[in-house]
């Protein structure tokens, strides 16, 4: 069973706002229950791993 998340969880282990966290959950596949939003990790991960841009540090290269 995948270990799901919530809006809250979102906000405390990205450290984002709620209004940031239910941005990215509207852009995710989740599931409602009652008034709870529920993300999977694994499709969290995938988002972020997406939509994720990492630098390079330049001054390895010279």
């Known amino acids: 069973m995948p270990k799901l998340l919530t809006v809250e969880d979102l ?3 990205l450290g984002i706002s709620r209004t940031t966290a239910y941005q990215i959950a509207r852009q ?3 599931s409602k229950v009652g008034r ?3 993300i999977a990790e694994e499709d969290l ?3 972020l791993a997406q939509n994720t841009q990492f630098q390079q540090d ?3 290269n010279q």
């Open 36 to 38: 709870r939003i529920l």
């Open 28 to 30: 995710i596949k989740h």
């Open 58 to 60: 330049n001054t390895k």
């Open 11 to 13: 906000t405390k282990e």
């Open 45 to 47: 991960l995938e988002y």
